[in-house]
């Protein structure tokens, strides 16, 4: 199965004054032509329904969504009433994927905000207990992953998306201890990371700043028996260096899960 996870940079700058780049990354997305794409700040072109089954929830201007290759089944995800999760309405995109074991594989595209969470936005949370021992305070980030963390617990799932956090390597490739401590507690809590390289490495999948520092917001966590079908991952600069359709790299993703009428 081939995934592709991509935030489109549809919020703001160029791909919002020229909506023709943003119609161009969906046809590049339909160029690969992945199984299921896990997607951010995007407005799905009305042809977009033909091609594909496109799940969004109800939004104004941009949204996250899934889309689904016509003979998968994607079954409605319920998210605690109330929640967190809920809570996040169109930065979510959610659904359970029908496997041919006749499992259900949870899969989310995420969207994070890239500061720190107010009061309000964590109910049923102490923020002391959801924050970054390094940072002292929830971001938007720390809020996702303790709604997530709970609801898939004991679960298959595949989470994938812009969380605005990265390892932030310097020239040596030492990480920033707040980025490290994030993922270092989504691995504590049993999830696998399926977007680095060979070495274990992040790469360059933002391309906003002109910092030479590396970073890479976007991710993709999977429980244990999903990220033991990861057969091959990569960062695809192309949509951007040649054609500017994003401020984000594009991850690709091969995985070697049976779903629909695979």
Same mark, same amino acid.
């Given at each position: 199965?081939?995934?592709?996870?991509?935030?489109?940079?549809?919020?703001?700058?160029?791909?919002?004054?020229?909506?023709?780049?943003?119609?161009?990354?969906?046809?590049?997305?339909? !160029?690969?032509?992945?199984?299921?794409?896990?997607?951010?700040?995007?407005?799905?072109?009305?042809?977009?329904?033909?091609?594909?089954?496109?799940?969004?929830?109800?939004?104004?201007?941009?949204?996250?969504?899934?889309?689904?290759?016509?003979?998968? +089944? @994607?079954?409605?995800? !319920?998210?605690?009433?109330?929640?967190?999760?809920?809570? !996040?309405?169109?930065?979510?995109?959610?659904?359970?994927?029908?496997?041919?074991?006749?499992?259900? @594989?949870?899969?989310?595209?995420?969207?994070?905000?890239?500061?720190?969470?107010? $009061?309000?936005?964590?109910?049923? %949370?102490?923020?002391?207990?959801?924050?970054?021992?390094?940072?002292?305070?929830?971001?938007?980030?720390?809020?996702?992953?303790?709604?997530?963390?709970?609801?898939?617990?004991?679960?298959?799932?595949?989470?994938?998306?812009?969380?605005?956090?990265?390892?932030? @390597?310097?020239?040596?490739?030492?990480?920033?201890?707040?980025?490290?401590?994030?993922?270092?507690?989504?691995?504590?809590?049993?999830?696998?990371?399926?977007?680095?390289? !060979?070495?274990?490495?992040?790469? $360059?999948?933002? %391309?906003?700043?002109?910092?030479?520092?590396?970073?890479?917001?976007?991710?993709?966590?999977?429980?244990? +028996?999903?990220?033991?079908?990861?057969?091959?991952?990569?960062?695809?600069? %192309?949509?951007?260096?040649?054609?500017?359709?994003?401020?984000?790299?594009?991850?690709?993703?091969?995985?070697?899960?049976?779903?629909?009428?695979?």
């Amino acid at each position: 199965m081939k995934i592709l996870c991509w935030n489109l940079g549809f919020a703001a700058g160029r791909r919002r004054e020229d909506p023709s780049l943003h119609d161009r990354a969906w046809h590049w997305i339909a !160029a690969v032509d992945p199984d299921m794409a896990f997607l951010q700040e995007t407005e799905p072109p009305t042809w977009t329904r033909e091609r594909w089954e496109v799940l969004t929830l109800p939004h104004s201007a941009w949204a996250s969504a899934l889309v689904a290759r016509h003979g998968l +089944t @994607l079954h409605p995800a !319920a998210l605690p009433v109330g929640g967190v999760l809920e809570r !996040a309405e169109s930065y979510l995109a959610t659904a359970q994927l029908e496997l041919t074991t006749s499992e259900r @594989l949870f899969v989310s595209s995420v969207h994070t905000s890239a500061r720190p969470a107010p $009061k309000w936005g964590h109910p049923g %949370y102490e923020r002391t207990a959801i924050a970054r021992a390094s940072v002292g305070e929830p971001w938007w980030n720390d809020v996702m992953f303790a709604g997530c963390r709970e609801l898939l617990e004991g679960r298959r799932f595949l989470l994938a998306g812009d969380w605005n956090t990265s390892r932030w @390597l310097d020239s040596n490739g030492v990480a920033a201890p707040s980025g490290q401590e994030f993922f270092d507690r989504a691995a504590v809590a049993g999830w696998v990371e399926l977007s680095l390289d !060979a070495n274990g490495r992040e790469g $360059k999948s933002w %391309y906003g700043s002109t910092n030479p520092r590396v970073s890479q917001p976007d991710h993709v966590f999977a429980d244990a +028996t999903t990220a033991a079908s990861l057969r091959s991952f990569r960062i695809d600069p %192309y949509p951007v260096d040649a054609h500017g359709l994003s401020d984000h790299a594009p991850l690709i993703l091969e995985l070697d899960l049976r779903a629909g009428d695979a």
